[in-house]
């Protein structure tokens, strides 16, 4: 029997960086009208997948040029909201699906998240994901009083001592523990509630938590890190692993990286899975497929492009002399203790650290990029699943692909669900019916 893929889908950007106003977005709705989402979460659960995600920031984009005009005239990864209401409204119209709420560990305090989290569980009905991010941008971070953002390493192992303690919050009050006894009026049994008395070098916490033990027991947690010591972390901190839309050949690198750093921690590489990022376009023929994803790059101007990058980077991009070298470049980015990965190593993966490059080219390949063209696969139902079927197996067959950066909404999750998923469900490699009740039943149910 094949192994079947999960399917999650990522709205994080469908109202920014111009696709609100491409051909098949939401004619009679505007961001943040919750009846988008509601809509969306419905199209979803009819397609049977497994939960919708978004990625998340709290800063305007600033790094380009030190303003934030550019991101606000252009609507550049701006604006956004919490998305962990907006999860609430949508699993009230669904019974099945999940929901991925992003928030950093180098912002927040463990014992909120915790309890926010084992609330968003029971209200969604066991329904709910945690994507655990250490944040590399420099506008979030001067909105929680930075100057400068901390050292990569010391992120990760901040998110680490994060996620032990709210590991151990989760785990403070048993399942039991709740009595709700109408006859002799007990609530609980103070022998299953624990104290946490966690005193480490970042946080110190005294705990239990105050909150009942949530359906899954706790929320199913998703990290993407993919540096060498970000792989170590998502190792240590995910029950599902979320991966970069990269070329394959690097997915398979890292699919190996982090199967050698779940081994190392004694665990059994077959239970992690990765879902991939893919943005999708899927229609009825290749040619109505290309055409709709060209229209990507018209969402918006190079200097929006430049926004993008120079806020996913913590580098701005408009400082760029005339002729540099790539690796030279990617240097002084890491110095500046952003995120080694992204569009920069991704060229010099490309194109060798030797490689030079003139300012017009680097932003030439910068529209493609901040636009997601160039990641962004696209064709009839059949040869989408083809590309999906070659990747998963290539990438040990374990877990699925986050579908989205999608052109239009709700245009392209429809095409998703009513051309893409019967396909994968003809082969075999997606289900025809949800067997759980939560999201973690549903996410390792094969």
Known sequence: M????HLAFDYSYIHMDG???????????????????????????????????????????STWQNSRDTAVHWGISWPRQDCAPLSVAMSRVTKHLGFGVTYSTSFMHPYYLARLFNSLDHVTGGRIAFNVITSTRRSDFANYGYDVIPDHTERYERMEEFIDICRILWDSVEPDAMLWDRTTGRVGDPTKVHDVKHDGRFFKVSGPLNTPPSPQGRPVLLQAGGSPRGIRASAYVSDMAFGADMPLHLQVAQRKLLDDAVIALGRDPQTMGIMWQQP??????????????????TTVPPEGAGVYLSHNAGYDFSTLPERFTLGELHNEIIATQASPVGFVR????????????????????????????????????????????HAFEATGSRGGFMLGHVVSMPRDLEAIVD????????????????????????????
Do not use: C
Request: hydrophobic letters at 40%; glycine letters at 8%.
């Open 346 to 389: 991704e060229l010099v993966v490309a194109l060798g650290a030797d490689a030079e490059m003139t300012r017009k080219e680097f932003f030439e390949h910068g529209m493609r990029f901040a636009t997601g063209y160039d990641h962004t696969i696209a064709g009839s139902a059949v040869q989408v699943a083809d590309y999906m079927e």
């Open 2 to 5: 094949k192994n079947r893929m």
């Open 419 to 446: 051309l893409l998923v019967p396909e994968l469900q003809r082969r075999g490699r997606f289900r025809t019916e949800y067997k759980g009740n939560t999201l973690r039943e549903n996410l390792f149910d094969e």
């Open 19 to 61: 696709r609100w106003r491409l051909p098949g977005a939401w004619p009679d709705m505007t961001y943040p009208d919750v009846a988008m989402y509601e809509r969306m979460a419905r199209t979803a659960e009819r397609g049977l997948l497994d939960m919708l995600f978004s990625g998340d920031g709290t800063g305007v984009p």
């Open 280 to 297: 999708t376009v899927v229609a009825e023929t290749e040619f109505e497929a290309m055409a709709h994803k060209n229209r990507l790059l």
